[in-house]
């Protein structure tokens, strides 16, 4: 007897209305901060090379990254709602992921060309408007402020959302490096404080970048969520009395705040397979909070129960090419 099951949490009709004002407040925050950055990002680059500062130049550059990653979460917003069709049977949720992937690769490749151009400055060191660099630094700082806190307005479970406000919450900090920098040059004439400020913001860039790009890459290689074992979870659902084994264990993420299950689940030749399957379901997403569950649920063959209790060697060919450990709840490992 087999009993296969698969369960969308979220995906009621009922539920429909609320999610999209959700997401209609969600794009109208970020679409407020995007304006906020690209303008102020635009006066920053002509005052940076007005100013000959390197650092403002990298603060504009590191808000361009902002900018991107803040049209590129509302493009995926877009493609995510789009219903599942065709081949995409998941529809196009994995949008965000592949635009939080663009983002950190970009972040590190403009970080690495301003780690040259910082190291260079170093050596020869330009005349730099310090006056010009503190209070341009001083305006984004304030700019910054203000397109946090529409960020923080919106979705921040969504891996894009989360990475826009990271990278403008760093943009806060190399600013007030870079306006430190500036009141340094204005006070004390010393230039290298450009590039020194320049790698401090560098360092910030590499750090999001980094996080995004492993963050997403998990995503991609189909890794577990970083919060969910599956070892553990495979233990647990493996010593409820009506299983006799657990294998082809599978924990992915679909997008941001989507984990997914599938396994393989044998019970004794006397429970009913519904009843499990419901009861493993109930553990899965009260206790772990995976609710996009597909347990494919048989009966144990005898050989699976021989090894269970000790009496026979193991045998695992009632599964062909099983992936992944087995997990029984065995008296003798207690």
């Given at each position: 007897m087999s009993a296969h099951h698969g369960h969308e949490h979220?995906?009621?009709?009922?539920?429909?209305?609320s999610h999209g004002v959700t997401a209609d407040a969600d794009r109208r925050w970020l679409a407020i901060a995007l304006t906020l950055i690209a303008t102020f990002m635009a006066v920053e680059v002509v005052i940076g090379v007005v100013a000959q500062s390197l650092a403002l130049i990298s603060d504009a550059a590191h808000m361009l990254t902002d900018a991107v990653s803040i049209v590129l979460a509302l493009i995926a917003m877009?493609?995510?709602?789009?219903?599942?069709?065709?081949?995409?049977?998941?529809?196009?949720?994995?949008?965000?992921?592949?635009?939080?992937?663009?983002?950190?690769?970009?972040?590190?490749?403009?970080?690495?060309w301003l780690a040259y151009e910082a190291v260079r400055r170093l050596f020869d060191p330009p005349a730099v408007e310090g006056g010009l660099m503190f209070y341009?630094?001083?305006?984004?700082?304030?700019?910054?402020?203000?397109a946090a806190w529409c960020i923080s307005k919106a979705n921040r479970t969504s891996l894009n959302v989360e990475g826009a406000y990271q990278h403008i919450l760093n943009d806060l900090f190399a600013f007030i490096g870079t306006a430190i920098a500036g009141l340094v040059v204005?006070?004390?004439?010393?230039?290298?404080?450009?590039?020194?400020?320049?790698?401090?913001?560098?360092?910030?860039?590499?750090?999001?970048?980094?996080?995004?790009?492993?963050?997403?890459?998990?995503?991609?290689?189909?890794?577990?969520?970083?919060?969910?074992?599956?070892?553990?979870?495979?233990?647990?659902?493996?010593?409820?009395?009506?299983?006799?084994?657990?294998?082809?264990?599978?924990?992915?993420?679909?997008?941001?705040?989507t984990p997914a299950l599938s396994a393989h689940v044998l019970v004794e030749p006397v429970a009913d397979c519904?009843?499990?399957?419901?009861?493993?379901?109930?553990?899965?997403?009260?206790?772990?909070?995976?609710?996009?569950?597909?347990?494919?649920?048989?009966?144990?063959?005898?050989?699976?129960?021989?090894?269970?209790?000790?009496?026979?060697?193991?045998?695992?060919?009632?599964?062909?090419?099983?992936?992944?450990p087995v997990h029984r709840d065995e008296p003798h490992l207690h």
């Amino acid at each position: 007897m087999s009993a296969h099951h698969g369960h969308e949490h979220g995906s009621g009709g009922h539920a429909g209305h609320s999610h999209g004002v959700t997401a209609d407040a969600d794009r109208r925050w970020l679409a407020i901060a995007l304006t906020l950055i690209a303008t102020f990002m635009a006066v920053e680059v002509v005052i940076g090379v007005v100013a000959q500062s390197l650092a403002l130049i990298s603060d504009a550059a590191h808000m361009l990254t902002d900018a991107v990653s803040i049209v590129l979460a509302l493009i995926a917003m877009r493609l995510a709602e789009r219903p599942a069709r065709g081949g995409f049977t998941y529809g196009l949720k994995r949008a965000e992921i592949l635009s939080a992937q663009a983002n950190g690769l970009t972040l590190l490749l403009l970080g690495a060309w301003l780690a040259y151009e910082a190291v260079r400055r170093l050596f020869d060191p330009p005349a730099v408007e310090g006056g010009l660099m503190f209070y341009t630094a001083l305006a984004g700082i304030a700019v910054n402020v203000a397109a946090a806190w529409c960020i923080s307005k919106a979705n921040r479970t969504s891996l894009n959302v989360e990475g826009a406000y990271q990278h403008i919450l760093n943009d806060l900090f190399a600013f007030i490096g870079t306006a430190i920098a500036g009141l340094v040059v204005l006070l004390t004439g010393f230039a290298r404080a450009d590039a020194i400020a320049t790698l401090v913001v560098v360092a910030l860039m590499f750090k999001a970048g980094y996080a995004l790009v492993r963050e997403s890459g998990r995503i991609f290689l189909e890794a577990a969520p970083a919060h969910l074992d599956p070892d553990v979870i495979g233990d647990r659902l493996a010593a409820h009395s009506s299983v006799a084994e657990v294998h082809d264990l599978h924990v992915w993420t679909i997008t941001s705040g989507t984990p997914a299950l599938s396994a393989h689940v044998l019970v004794e030749p006397v429970a009913d397979c519904h009843t499990v399957r419901r009861d493993l379901e109930k553990i899965l997403q009260c206790d772990y909070g995976v609710s996009h569950t597909t347990l494919q649920v048989d009966h144990a063959p005898e050989n699976v129960l021989d090894v269970r209790t000790g009496g026979g060697p193991a045998d695992d060919t009632h599964c062909e090419a099983a992936h992944g450990p087995v997990h029984r709840d065995e008296p003798h490992l207690h």
